[in-house]
T-cell receptor, first 113, second 114 residues
Framework: AQSVTQLDSHVSVSEGTPVLLRCNYS??????LFWYVQHPNKGLQLLLK????ATLVKGINGFEAEFKKSETSFHLTKPSAHMSDAAEYFC???????????WGAGTKLIIKP | DAGVIQSPRHEVTEMGQEVTLRCKPI?????LFWYRQTMMRGLELLIY????????DSGMPEDRFSAKMPNASFSTLKIQPSEPRDSAVYFC????????????FGPGTRLTVT
């Protein structure tokens, strides 16, 4: 069965410093992995996706994530945080048996001025 | 391209009333999902349709909730009768499963039951 664990419920960084949001997954086969972002009182937006092509995936707004099979990780990074990055981020793995998505609990990213 | 469209965006109703939430998926998508999001329980999948057919409704909380998808471009989620604990943001999402699993979300309907 597939599962996903986001290792931090909250991450706080200063504006201009790097961002690292950690995600580990469990899957019986090669998964599809996603990061979604939700800004306060907004809907969920697809940030990036991994589907067994390049292991380093680039997304919108300068974010990227690296798929590491040996570590079963899919961490999200950004070189320099911006105030507008303050949001909740969800790591998601696909359930290949039924096209459903398995959602992590979310990581709230706080940006300090 | 228009994204997923949901209506209404906000709904305030009294306990016991019927509530109907509406969703128009992205044109050409063949899967549709209804989610509920609350502070306490996070994001929960309620029901999932594929090619207009309900595939998995195990997340529907109880018989007061029902969902339909009469055609490929429209779905409804109905709550009858509504209760204060149904207050939440309800999201609709759609995907085109032959091309992958990513889902595209609507803006949500914020439901408040007083």
């Amino acid at each position: 069965a597939q599962s996903v664990t986001q290792l931090d419920s909250h991450v706080s960084v200063s504006e201009g410093t790097p961002v690292l949001l950690r995600c580990n997954y469990s899957s019986s086969y090669s998964p599809s992995l996603f990061w979604y972002v939700q800004h306060p009182n907004k809907g969920l937006q697809l940030l990036l996706k991994y589907t067994s092509a390049a292991t380093l995936v680039k997304g919108i707004n300068g974010f990227e994530a690296e798929f590491k099979k040996s570590e079963t990780s899919f961490h999200l990074t950004k070189p320099s945080a911006h105030m507008s990055d303050a949001a909740e981020y969800f790591c998601v793995v696909s359930d290949l048996s039924n096209y459903q998505l398995i959602w992590g609990a979310g990581t709230k990213l706080i940006i300090k001025p | 391209d228009a994204g997923v469209i949901q209506s209404p965006r906000h709904e305030v109703t009294e306990m016991g009333q019927e509530v109907t939430l509406r969703c128009k998926p992205i044109s050409g998508h063949n899967s549709l999902f209804w989610y509920r999001q609350t502070m306490m329980r996070g994001l929960e999948l309620l029901i999932y349709f594929n090619n207009n057919v309900p595939i998995d409704d195990s997340g529907m909380p109880e018989d007061r909730f029902s969902a339909k998808m009469p055609n490929a471009s429209f779905s409804t989620l109905k709550i009858q009768p509504s209760e204060p604990r149904d207050s939440a943001v309800y999201f609709c999402a759609s995907s085109y499963t032959p091309q992958g699993y990513e889902q595209y979300f609507g803006p949500g309907t914020r439901l408040t039951v007083t």
